[in-house]
């Protein structure tokens, strides 16, 4: 019997041992008790790192959505898969069981064969966080085309940029999306986008807002007359365990995008295995991720996971703040969440807002309190702590990346004691290691370096789609034999890690993972603008927030700075997305630059921050002159 529900410390480090010394035989037998397949595998593992290639359950075959489904229909038919709650609290939530969601993905599988889609090709999906989306995706999956969400924030070129990327056959939207007391445009977005996507052949979209849209004859179909004459019965596509389930987009430190490919079997069996455990999930719990299905963490924790478990995973379609701040604890009270998982960013946006919200409502249901996303300061900590978990909750602060598919540092819920802004323990098969600068390998505790792992894992991402060699460089050059994650961390006396932060030149917004690279690209696109570097800041709310530093082109012609400041953001709303703006931009004459010609970001960085106590020696720059004016300057 493999440790499937681990209920106590000794029995994690019982497990984590084992998962260590014979992590084949480990995941051999949780894939084996709690999976079905429609062939099991003939090898669990082989990997190679210098490559990189990493294969799970080779020669296995199953299909996703069986597990996530139909593997249910039998013993939980009648039991709520899927809970929606819409934006407008007076809506009705609407409660899709399992027998619904077979029904509903079923026919939207026919759908996308129907309009000639077929095993392997790409659909990049665009839609707002309605039920079409998780449907969307499984469907996707049911018969073998590879999803690519893209997060509904982005723009019309950040939308094109990923859908040529992969190229994609067909977007999946929707006539519009709720956002609050707002709606957007999406299917204007599309269309914007689609004008330099000549591989895009279909578009469907959903029905939301009911705006009265343009349809482009002979590309655009409205999705649910389809839906309607389609079948309600879709046998599986037989996946091979390494076949390709998804795509999903990351920044990168420099560069376009980075479309990370995830496989079958071992992408399901990890996800599935980590929910279970990480929220410690138990029949009839309601669980709810405040995440966008257009990030990782949907992905992960809101679909596959969950519904591999066959739990009940609440979507929420609006926002923290409409109509008003309460509307988290309304939704935990209206349907009685038993997990709760967020971003610490939400978290200190809800903290500003003070306490009375949250005593008109019962949170009682609150049984396990998670965070993601970022590194959650002590004072978040404590205000989740004490004002959502009642001090009784625990909370699981979850590290991972979209490159890790599942969590990979974490504490197990009622099993290992919390601290505060620690990530805790690696769980169950995660073998951490923090590297010095040199290369070497940090084996003592109380010390602080560069996060790497050191053996491969079921969920992780296995090339860059289209750019293997991309792959190789980002995440295995810099330390041999070695997946390297960007981040710094430090671990303690017992052996628990703290996340430090990124190492690299991607910034952490509200959660939401930027590469200063494309944002400067955007910021250059200005015709005034001759130069730009962009680094983070502290912000109180967003964990992080961006600050620009300009060069004019003509720096004699005067010019009205604060209109110039909107047009910058204007461009990078644009180009990326409202995410992405600038909250602060200083003009300035120069950058500081090494004699080769490199910008010295670590200056600029510690000006931003305003701690300029220890520049380090600015004379051996090509411009040490810049550095004072700058100072002078900022903002
Ligand atoms: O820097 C780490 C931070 O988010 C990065 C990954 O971002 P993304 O791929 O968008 O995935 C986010 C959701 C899994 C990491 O390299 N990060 C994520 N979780 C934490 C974190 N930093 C500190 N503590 C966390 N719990």
Redo the contacts with the bound molecule.
């Keep these: 019997m493999s440790n499937y529900h681990i209920k106590h410390l000794e029995e994690y480090y019982q497990v984590y041992r084992k998962s260590v010394r014979e992590p084949e035989n480990f995941w051999e037998e949780v894939a084996e008790e709690h999976f079905m397949w429609q062939k099991k595998w003939d090898n669990v593992l082989s990997w190679d790192f210098n490559k990189p290639e990493v294969k799970w359950f080779e020669g296995a075959e199953l299909n996703i959505t069986e597990n996530c489904i139909d593997r249910h229909l039998a013993t939980r038919g009648e039991k709520t898969a899927i809970l929606f709650e819409p934006n407008d609290p007076k809506e009705p939530a609407e409660h899709i069981t399992y027998k619904q969601l077979h029904e509903r993905v079923n026919k939207f599988a026919n759908v996308l064969k129907s309009q000639g889609i077929t095993k392997g090709d790409r659909v990049c999906i665009y839609l707002p966080m309605i039920p079409e989306l998780a449907i969307s995706i499984l469907a996707c999956a049911r018969i073998g085309a590879i999803h690519s969400v893209v997060f509904a924030g982005f723009s019309a070129t950040a939308l094109s940029t990923r859908i040529n990327d992969s190229d994609c056959k067909m977007v999946v939207t929707s006539d519009g999306s709720y956002r609050g007391a707002k709606t957007i445009d999406l299917k204007g977005i599309v269309d914007e986008a689609l004008e330099s996507c000549p591989g895009v052949k279909t578009v469907l979209v959903a029905k939301r807002i009911h705006s009265d849209i343009q349809m482009k004859a002979g590309r655009d179909k409205w999705l649910q007359p389809l839906l309607d004459e389609a079948s309600n019965a879709c046998e599986i596509e037989v996946m091979k365990a390494e076949d390709p389930l998804f795509i999903l987009y ?1 920044s990168g430190s420099t560069g376009k995008p980075k479309g990370m490919v995830h496989t079958t079997a071992g992408y399901m069996v990890y996800t599935a295995y980590t929910f279970k455990n990480v929220f410690q999930y138990r029949e009839n719990d309601v669980y709810w991720c405040t995440a966008d299905i257009g ?3 949907g992905h992960s924790y809101i679909v596959y996971g969950p519904l591999a478990n066959g739990a009940t995973t609440l979507m929420f379609e609006g926002v923290p703040s409409y109509p008003d701040f309460g509307r988290f604890w309304d939704i935990v009270e209206k349907h009685k969440v038993n997990q709760f998982y967020t971003a610490p960013t939400a978290i200190r946006a809800l903290a500003k807002q003070g306490t009375e919200v949250i005593e008109k409502h019962d949170l009682s249901s609150i049984k396990v309190l998670g ?6 300061n002590e004072e978040a900590w404590h205000w989740y702590n004490d004002n959502i978990g009642k001090k009784k909750s625990p909370i699981v ?7 890790t598919g599942g969590i990979m540092i974490t504490p197990i819920p009622f099993v290992t004691p919390t601290k505060p802004t620690y ?1 805790t323990l690696p769980f169950i098969g995660i073998q951490p290691a923090l590297m010095d600068e040199e290369g070497n390998e940090l084996k003592a505790n109380q010390v602080d370096g560069r996060l790497c792992i050191k053996f491969p894992w079921p969920a992780m991402a296995r090339t860059i789609w289209g750019n293997h060699q991309r792959y190789k460089d980002t995440y295995f050059s810099a330390y041999e034999n070695k997946y390297f ?3 710094g961390a430090l671990r303690d006396e017992v052996g628990y890690y703290r ?1 430090t ?2 190492v690299d030149d991607v910034i ?1 917004v509200s ?3 930027l590469g200063t690279a494309p944002i400067e690209d955007a910021v250059n696109e200005h015709p005034a603008v001759a130069e730009s570097a962009i680094v983070g800041f502290p912000h109180d709310v967003k964990g992080n927030a961006l600050y620009g530093y300009v060069i004019l082109k003509d720096v004699g012609e005067s010019r009205d700075q604060d209109n110039l400041r909107k047009e910058i953001n204007q461009i990078i709303t644009e180009h990326i997305g409202p995410i992405a703006k600038l909250d602060k931009i200083q003009f300035t004459s120069g950058l500081p630059k090494t004699r080769s010609g490199k910008i010295m970001r670590r200056i600029l960085r510690k000006i931003a921050c305003k701690d300029t106590s220890n520049l380090g020696d600015t004379s051996t720059l090509l411009n040490p002159e810049v550095v004072k004016d700058i100072m002078d300057n900022v903002l």
Excluded at 371 to 376: D, K, L, R, Y
């Design positions: 990351t990030w990782i963490t965070s993601v996303g970022e590194p959650i602060d979850t590290w991972w990346q979209t490159e990530a994650t960007g981040d996340i932060g990124r952490i959660g939401h993972n």
